[in-house]
């Protein structure tokens, strides 16, 4: 893997990544809302970091493995933020599109997921996929 702390984050934000996701993916800070916690989560998809992803998704809807080594692996190519919404303190959900190829190939995933903020922690509960 190559060394991403001077890169710009693969969430988009135009910040490098060791100011942007990459702090929350090594564990230094938590994500402080739903779009924050959604951008590193994209990142972590990215940079093919289980271990956050699983640790960032609620335990009432974690699955108990995520395997992110299917081949051909995606390349993604970019994170768009549709729109956001915060209904309560502790409730909130993003719309976004990733972009992706395989093979050649691109795709687009467009997604509403759900966050639910517990102990001062956002986690991701579900996505409903769009279109």
């Known amino acids: 893997m190559t060394d991403t702390t001077l890169s710009p984050c693969p969430c988009g934000s135009g910040t490098p990544y060791e100011h942007c996701c990459g702090r929350f993916l090594d564990g230094a800070h938590q994500a402080q809302n739903a779009e924050t916690l959604m951008r590193s989560r994209y990142s972590a998809f990215v940079l093919h970091r289980r271990d956050y992803l699983l640790a960032t998704w609620h335990p009432r809807t974690r699955p108990t493995s995520l395997d992110l080594a299917e081949e051909p692996q995606p390349r993604w190519l970019g994170l768009q933020i549709k729109q956001q919404a915060r209904p309560s303190p502790d ?23 759900q966050f639910v903020r517990e102990d001062d922690r956002w986690f991701y509960v579900v996505g409903e996929q769009l279109e």
Do not use: D, L, N, Q
């Open 91 to 113: 409730t909130a959900s993003v719309e976004f599109v990733a972009r992706y190829k395989i093979g050649g190939r691109a795709f687009r995933m467009h997604e509403i997921s």
